[in-house]
C-alpha cells in the first residue's frame, strides 16, 4: 500500500497528525467491581491541560465508550484513568427506557453540594458492576461547580434524575459504588428480575 496510513502520519505535519488522532474514536474497557482503580479518589485534571489533544481524544474516548454500552454516565476511572472527570447523556437509552433526557454533559473536577436534605430512593445500576440493580437514596437538588471540556468553569444546579446521575459518577471519582449508598441491600437485584418483577413500578 503506497499511501498507507503510515506514509500518510510520517509525512503529514504534526497538525494534521493531531486532527487525525482526535477524529478517532477507540471504545474502551471498562473496570469491573474488585479493580482498585474503582476504589482510589481519582486526581485532579490540571486546568491547563483540559484543552490539550491527548485530553480532548480521551473525552471523544469516554462518550463513545459510553454510548456503546448504553451508560447515561461514565467516570474517567471506569476506563482506568484515576482522573476526575465525567460525561453523562440520556437519549432513548435500552438500559433505562424510562429514563428522562440528559444533553451530553462533561464534567472535570467536580465539586457537588446538597441543595437540600430531601433524598429520593431510585434504582441505579452501573457498568462496572453489570447486571445488577439496586435503590440508592440520593440528594433531591444539587449545586455543581465543575470545568467543562473547554476548561471554562461551570456552576449549575440539577435536580431528580440528572441530580442522581452527577451524584452517582462524582462518587466514582471518590472511590464510592452505588453499593457503598444503598441503606440496605434488601432491593439488590438482578437485571433479569428487575425487569419481571420492578421495572413498572
Ligand atoms: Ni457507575
Not at 509525512?11 to 487525525?20: I, K, N
Not at 469516554?62 to 482522573?83: D, F, K
Not at 439496586?134 to 456552576?155: F, L, M, N, S
Request: hydrophobic share 40%; charged share 25%; net charge negative.
Amino acid at each position: 500500500m503506497p499511501h498507507g496510513l503510515r506514509g500518510f502520519i510520517e509525512s503529514a505535519s504534526l497538525v494534521l497528525v493531531e486532527e487525525l488522532e482526535r477524529r478517532t474514536m477507540a471504545i474502551l474497557k471498562i473496570a469491573q467491581m474488585g479493580n482498585p482503580v474503582l476504589r482510589r479518589p481519582a486526581d485532579r485534571v490540571p486546568v491547563k491541560s483540559i484543552t490539550s489533544p491527548v485530553l480532548q481524544h480521551f473525552v471523544d474516548d469516554m462518550i463513545a465508550t459510553m454510548r456503546e454500552y448504553s451508560g447515561v454516565g461514565l467516570a474517567a476511572p471506569q476506563v482506568h484513568e484515576s482522573l476526575q472527570l465525567v460525561v453523562i447523556e440520556s437519549i432513548e437509552n435500552p438500559r433505562y427506557p424510562q429514563a428522562p433526557a440528559i444533553p451530553l454533559t462533561v464534567l472535570i473536577n467536580p465539586a457537588v453540594e446538597p441543595l437540600t436534605d430531601e433524598m429520593d430512593e431510585d434504582w441505579e445500576g452501573c457498568l462496572s458492576i453489570p447486571e445488577i440493580r439496586g435503590k440508592v437514596p440520593r440528594y433531591r437538588e444539587i449545586r455543581v461547580r465543575a470545568h467543562d471540556r473547554e476548561g471554562k468553569p461551570i456552576d449549575f444546579s440539577a435536580k431528580n434524575f440528572f441530580a442522581r446521575v452527577i451524584q452517582h459518577e462524582s462518587d466514582h471519582l471518590q472511590g464510592i459504588l452505588f453499593l457503598d449508598r444503598m441503606q440496605k441491600l434488601g432491593t439488590l437485584t438482578y437485571l433479569a428480575e428487575y425487569h419481571r418483577y420492578w421495572a413498572k413500578e
